[in-house]
C-alpha cells in the first residue's frame, strides 16, 4: 500500500461536533482470543479494525479459528472449546503487544510446536517476565533471539497443574492478563501472585471482567493474588459488545478542551470498563468541562481564561497521560506527568519521543527516569522537516493537536492505522480550519496587489508565493546553485533562512525585498518553479502562512496544490497588453527604464512556460470564479473577491 511520507495539518480555528469512537483495541484483541476459546459462537459487536487486530486475527485464522465478517464492524467467531485446532504454525504478530503477550501465554498450554515473531521493535520490547511465568508451569519456549526479547518458539511441553504462579507487574500489566486469560486451558486451580508493583491496573480489570464474561470468574485474594478456579472453562456469552477506545476518545475530548467544544466521544462513558476513561478527569483537573453520560463523554474549554499545568500521577492511565503532554503546550504553567516508565518499551521509547516533538515545536521539557515535565512555549514553532512518529500511533495522534497553536507536518500519519484508521479524516470533520482565499493568475495580473488589499480589509495574513520562489531563486545563486540542479535547489529551498515582516522581506537577516524583483530573479524563479523538487521543498514554507484569523494567498497553484481546501478560489487575469501595462508603469514609478513590448514578450514567454510546465501548471482550479480585471479598476477588483468571500464564510 502507497502510504502518505506526511500529513500538513491547518492551524485549527476550533473544534466541535460529535465523534463516533472506534472499537477499543484492548476489549477487540481479548474478545477475539477470548471467543476463540470458548466453547460455542460468539457474535462480537463493534470490533475495531486496525492494524493491532488484525494481526490478532489472521494469527487466530491460522490457528484454526473461524471467523465470518457479518458487516460493518460486526464478526462471528466459532470458539474451538479449549484446545487449538492446528497443532504446528508460524504467526507473525506485527507490533501487537496485545496479540504477541496474550497468544504467547495460551499457546504455552496448547500442547503444538509454535513460533511467535513480530515487527523489529516488537523484538526490542521484553517478554520475560512472562516467559518465566510461563515456564514456572512446565512450558516449554525457548528465545529464538536476544534473550527477554521475541521472536519465540513454544514447544509441546507437560503442563505441571495447578499450584502458585509468580510474575512481575511493573514492567507491562499484558503479562498478567495474558497469563490469566490462558490459565483455564491447564484446568488446574492456579494462583498468579504479582511481584513488585502493578502498573496500569485498569487494564487487568478489563482482563477480568472480560473473563468472566465468558464465563470464567478470577477470585481476588488481597491486592496481587488472583485464583482461576479448577475446571474453568471459557463459555460463548452469544453476543459481545465491544466498547469504543477510551484511549482514543483522550484526542477528541483534548480538542473540546483546547478548542472552545464541545466535542463529545460517544461509545465510551461512565459505565466503561476502560481505565483511560479517567483522562476525562485529568482533562477537568485542568479546568477543561466535563459532562459524562453512560456511554458518551464531552469536553469544552474552561469558563473563563486558560487550561491549567498539573501534576499528575500517571499509573492509571499510561496511553491516555500521552494526550496530557501535548494539552500541556496550551496550559499556563508546566505539567508534570508522573510514574510513566511504562512508556519507554512501548512502540517506541514514547518519553524520548514526546519530549523531542514537545522541544521542537518550542516548549521547554525535563525528562526524568519515569516523569516528564513540559513547560510550554509563549508561542509555538512548527519544525519545516515535521514531527516524527517514530512508527507509534499515539505519537501522530498526540502531536496532531498541536495544530489547534500553529499548521503542523505529521511525518508517517499512516502509523495510526495500528488502532485508528480514520483518525485525520474524523479531526477534519471536528475542527474548523483557519479560512483561505487562494488567488491564482498569471505574472503581472495584479495578483499581489488585490490579494494584499484583500488580506488588509479583512485582517488575515498574506502569502505572496511568488516572492517565495524568488527568494530560492536568489538563495541558489547566492549559495553557487545553479537554476537547473533539481537536487541542489531543492536543498537550498528546503533550508530557506527567509523571514516575513510587515514591509519586509530578510534572507539569511539581510533585506531583498528590492533584489527579488530583478528581472534576472523573475526569470530564476520562473525557471526554478519548473522543478517538482523544489515545489515538494517550499510546500510547507507556503501552508505555514495559514495562521488565524484566516490568509489571503497568491500564486500559481494555490487553489490546486498548496491548499486544496480553501474557501474561496479565485482565477485572477486580464490581457497581455494591459499587464505589460500596469508592469510598465510599475517599473518606471521605481526609476527602472523599461521597454512595453519587451515586457509584454517576456509576459508572453513566462504564461508560456508556467502553464505548460508539468508540475503544477498554471490554469484555472475547479470551482474557482474568474475574474478578468483588463477593465477594472484595483478598487472594483477587491470588492469582488470580498463579495466571494463573504459568500463562502
Ligand atoms: O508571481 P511572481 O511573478 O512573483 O512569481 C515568480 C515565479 O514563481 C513565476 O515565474 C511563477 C512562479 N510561481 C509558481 O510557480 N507558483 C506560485 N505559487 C508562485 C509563483
Known amino acids: 500500500m502507497n502510504t502518505p511520507e506526511f500529513i500538513d495539518l491547518p492551524e485549527i480555528l476550533s473544534a466541535r461536533g460529535i465523534v463516533r469512537l472506534p472499537g477499543s483495541k484492548s476489549i477487540s484483541n481479548r474478545a477475539l482470543l477470548l471467543a476463540a476459546l470458548a466453547g460455542g459462537g460468539t457474535e462480537i459487536r463493534g470490533l475495531l479494525e486496525s492494524d493491532d487486530t488484525s494481526r490478532m486475527r489472521e494469527a487466530l485464522g491460522r490457528l484454526g479459528v473461524e ?7 460486526d464478526w462471528r467467531v466459532e470458539g474451538v472449546g479449549g484446545g487449538f485446532p492446528v497443532g504446528r504454525a508460524d504467526l507473525f504478530l506485527g507490533n501487537s503487544g496485545t496479540a504477541f503477550r496474550s ?10 510446536d509454535y513460533r511467535l515473531s513480530g515487527a523489529p521493535r516488537m523484538h526490542e520490547r521484553p517478554i520475560g517476565d512472562l516467559v518465566d511465568a510461563l515456564r514456572q508451569l512446565g512450558a516449554e519456549i525457548a528465545y529464538l533471539g536476544e534473550a527477554g526479547y521475541p521472536p519465540l518458539a513454544i514447544g509441546a511441553a507437560a503442563i505441571r497443574s495447578g499450584g502458585l504462579v509468580r510474575v512481575r507487574g511493573d514492567v507491562s500489566s499484558q503479562f498478567l492478563s495474558g497469563l490469566l486469560m490462558a490459565l483455564p486451558l491447564t484446568g488446574a486451580e492456579t494462583a498468579v501472585e504479582v511481584v513488585g508493583e502493578l502498573i496500569s491496573r485498569p487494564y487487568v480489570e478489563i482482563t477480568l471482567s472480560m473473563m468472566e464474561r465468558f464465563g470464567v470468574p478470577v477470585e481476588r485474594r488481597g491486592e496481587r493474588c488472583f485464583v482461576v478456579p479448577a475446571g474453568s472453562v471459557y463459555r460463548s456469552p452469544g453476543v459481545f459488545h465491544v466498547e469504543g477506545d477510551a484511549s482514543s476518545a483522550s484526542y477528541f475530548l483534548a480538542l473540546g478542551a483546547i478548542g472552545g467544544g464541545p466535542v463529545r466521544v460517544s461509545g465510551v462513558g461512565e459505565n466503561s470498563v476502560q481505565g483511560d ?4 478527569g485529568a482533562l477537568a483537573r485542568m479546568g477543561a468541562r466535563i459532562v459524562m453520560g453512560p456511554d458518551w463523554i464531552e469536553a469544552g474549554a474552561p469558563e473563563e481564561g486558560k487550561l491549567r499545568g498539573i501534576e499528575i500521577d500517571c499509573g492509571a492511565i499510561p496511553d491516555a ?3 496530557l503532554a501535548a494539552v500541556a503546550l496550551f496550559a499556563s504553567g508546566p505539567t508534570t506527568l508522573k510514574n510513566i516508565a511504562s512508556w519507554r518499551v ?17 516548549a521547554a521539557v525535563d525528562e526524568s527516569g519515569d516523569a516528564l515535565r513540559v513547560t510550554p512555549p509563549a508561542f509555538l514553532v512548527s519544525p519545516h522537516r515535521g514531527i516524527d512518529t517514530h512508527d507509534d500511533h499515539r505519537i501522530a495522534m498526540c502531536f496532531s493537536l498541536a495544530s489547534r497553536g500553529i499548521p503542523v507536518r505529521i511525518n508517517d500519519p499512516g502509523c495510526v492505522s495500528k488502532t485508528f484508521p480514520g483518525y485525520f479524516a474524523r479531526l477534519a470533520e471536528v475542527t474548523q480550519a483557519a479560512p483561505v482565499i487562494a488567488i491564482d493568475g498569471p505574472s503581472a495580473s495584479g495578483k499581489g496587489t488585490i490579494a494584499a488589499r484583500v488580506a488588509a480589509e479583512l485582517g488575515w495574513h498574506y502569502l505572496d508565493s511568488g516572492a517565495i520562489y524568488r527568494l530560492a531563486a536568489l538563495a541558489a545563486r547566492r549559495a553557487g546553485v545553479s537554476w537547473d540542479d533539481e537536487a541542489g535547489v531543492a536543498r537550498v529551498a528546503a533550508e530557506l533562512d527567509a523571514v516575513f515582516g510587515e514591509k519586509s522581506i530578510r534572507l539569511a537577516g539581510e533585506e531583498v525585498g528590492e533584489a527579488i524583483r530583478h528581472e534576472d530573479i523573475s526569470a530564476g524563479a520562473s525557471r526554478i518553479a519548473a522543478l517538482p523538487a523544489v515545489r515538494r521543498a517550499l510546500l510547507f514554507r507556503q501552508r505555514l502562512f495559514r495562521r488565524a484569523p484566516g490568509l489571503v494567498a497568491d500564486g500559481r497553484d494555490m ?9 474561496t478560489r479565485i482565477f485572477l487575469t486580464a490581457s497581455v497588453e494591459t499587464r505589460a501595462q500596469r508592469r510598465y508603469k ?4 521605481k526609476g527602472i527604464a523599461a521597454n512595453i513590448t519587451l515586457l509584454s514578450l517576456d509576459l508572453r514567454e513566462r504564461d508560456l512556460r508556467d502553464s505548460q510546465r508539468g508540475v503544477a501548471p498554471l490554469r484555472q482550479s475547479e470551482g474557482a470564479y474568474l475574474l478578468d480585471t483588463t477593465d477594472l479598476s484595483i478598487e472594483e477588483t477587491v470588492a469582488r473577491v470580498l463579495a466571494w468571500s463573504r459568500a463562502a464564510g
Open 67 to 73: 471467523m465470518t465478517p457479518l458487516g460493518g464492524d
Open 103 to 112: 497468544l504467547t501465554a495460551a499457546l504455552a498450554f496448547a500442547g503444538g
Open 277 to 280: 476513561v479517567r483522562f476525562a
Open 321 to 323: 497521560a500521552m494526550t
Open 346 to 362: 512501548k512502540e517506541t521509547d514514547r518519553i524520548a519521543a514526546m519530549a523531542g516533538g514537545l522541544r521542537q515545536l518550542g
Open 559 to 567: 487553489a490546486s496544490v498548496v491548499f486544496p481546501d480553501a474557501r
Open 586 to 589: 510599475q517599473l518606471i514609478e
